[in-house]
């Protein structure tokens, strides 16, 4: 599986990393978990973000490493590595350019709908997180898994496993989270940093969608709009805005959770969450460009919202009334 990854990354110095915009925690631990990494081997590394690294997990030692994109590449980079991002779209424009002038490119990424963009693809569908698939690198490469890695991987492994709550969550996860224990992960500590010490603006944004979720087909879907300028008069940034399908998502009955946020750019992001095995998210998000996860996908897609909500409302209500 790491063959030709780990020729790439003995025969070259000079890297880079980066990941989706709006970083999730996987996004964040893997890019961290791969620059440290990187620089364990003795190589020369540079970690960047179209976006800056979340209030919440910026504890993460080397979190102050993820920069914002170089307006061009640096000359001498060799090898430009992406991680947990299943096409270049998630990366954004700006990161997208930079990625097809890299020398080399590399793909590590744990969505089944991966595209295969770069030269080197790394890609394990059934991974639970993007930071999985990084430790067995580790693993594979033989280098020393250090307390700062451990935690960037934690915090991957932990977010895209809702905190060790979906069904991705394997014994073999379970294992590796045992690993980062045993190397010092205080998971007391790092769960009250990334879950428990949420800013006092995101609860405006969780009475809001509280305010004025709906909830149809029978209590089966659960959806929330955030409209234009909404954010605004609310007071309240991006980063208050993440999440927001999760509190929808754990109503009783329901099945299919969805987001939908008005970008102010023409395009509508949706979240979506499924909590039916039957139900595949990411074939729904597919329909409309999106993908993802089975129980989790997005999507980005021309607005305005009202017509992007009944699109994508009416994919899922198909779905869900063919169920039994
Ligand atoms: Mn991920």
């Given at each position: ?183 010092g992960v205080d998971v007391g500590d790092i769960n009250r940093r ?40 609310l007071g309240v940034g991006l980063e208050d805005c993440k999440d ?81």
């Amino acid at each position: 599986m790491f063959t030709d990854l780990i020729q790439t990354l003995q025969d070259n110095e000079r890297f880079a990393v980066i990941s989706h915009f709006r970083p999730d925690g996987d996004a964040i631990g893997s890019t961290l978990a791969m620059g440290l990494l990187l620089q364990s081997l003795g190589k020369k590394v540079q970690m960047w973000n179209a976006d800056p690294v979340p209030q919440r997990y910026d504890f993460l030692t080397g979190a102050d490493l993820i920069q914002p994109l170089p307006p061009a590449l640096p000359e001498d980079l060799q090898v430009l590595i992406c991680v947990d991002s299943g096409d270049l779209k998630r990366i954004g424009n700006e990161a997208m350019e930079l990625f097809n002038k890299a020398p080399f490119t590399i793909n590590i990424d744990h969505h089944h709908t991966n595209t295969r963009y770069a030269k080197v693809n790394v890609v394990e569908g059934g991974a639970a997180a993007c930071g999985c698939i990084i430790l067995k690198l580790v693993h594979a490469l033989g280098v020393e898994l250090t307390r700062p890695m451990a935690d960037a991987l934690y915090a991957a492994i932990s977010t895209d496993t809702g905190s060790f709550q979906y069904s991705s969550t394997t014994p073999e996860v379970m294992r590796m989270a045992a690993e980062l224990m045993e190397v010092g992960v205080d998971v007391g500590d790092i769960n009250r940093r990334i879950y428990q010490e949420i800013p006092p603006t995101s609860f405006i944004t969780q009475r809001e969608v509280l305010n004025n979720m709906v909830v149809e087909e029978n209590g089966t879907i659960s959806h929330y709009s955030m409209p234009a300028g909404r954010k605004a008069e609310l007071g309240v940034g991006l980063e208050d805005c993440k999440d927001l399908v999760d509190i929808i998502r754990v109503m009783q009955g329901v099945k299919v959770a969805v987001i939908f946020e008005d970008l102010e750019n023409g395009l509508v992001r949706v979240s979506l969450r499924s909590k039916d095995p039957q139900v595949d998210v990411s074939a729904i998000a597919g329909m409309h460009g999106g993908g993802g996860h089975c129980m989790a996908s997005g999507i980005r897609m021309r607005g305005p919202l009202s017509e992007a909500r009944e699109k994508v409302l009416n994919s899922i209500r198909a779905v869900v009334r063919s169920l039994s």
